[in-house]
Nanobody, 115 residues
Framework: QVQLVESGGGLVQAGGSLRLSCTAS????????MAWYRQAPGKQREVVAV???????NYADSVKGRFTISRDNAKNTVYLQLNSLKPEDTSVYYC?????????WGQGTQVTVSS
């Protein structure tokens, strides 16, 4: 019943921006700590940004200052604003709770950054 649907990915040149969205259903969204994760081929899945139910945020060092996580509890949606994108940001981006629950993984959204 729980579903997390990511959207907003695409192809962008280095230095460009994207805004990712993740809409949740089947959960009491407002009480959850949410996170964005990414996984590139041959690499481990890594957490890139976290936002608590109270709005406190944390970021991976590699994206700090470039990415911004936010949430709209009325819309059951968490966002990730990706600015100053680098080729190494190329990955499939997923949302999930923090810590992640295996059954909640969705299809992700592909972000490709060209150099």
């Amino acid at each position: 019943q729980v579903q997390l649907v990511e959207s907003g990915g695409g192809l962008v040149q280095a230095g460009g921006s994207l805004r990712l969205s993740c809409t949740a259903s089947g959960v009491i969204f407002r009480v959850l700590t949410m996170a964005w994760y990414r996984q590139a081929p041959g690499k481990q899945r890594e957490v890139v940004a976290v936002i608590t139910s109270g709005g406190r945020t944390n970021y991976a060092d590699s994206v700090k200052g470039r990415f911004t996580i936010s949430r709209d509890n009325a819309k059951n949606t968490v966002y990730l604003q990706l600015n100053s994108l680098k080729p190494e940001d190329t990955s499939v981006y997923y949302c999930n709770v923090d810590p992640p629950i295996s059954a909640y993984w969705g299809q992700g959204t592909q972000v490709t950054v060209s150099s």
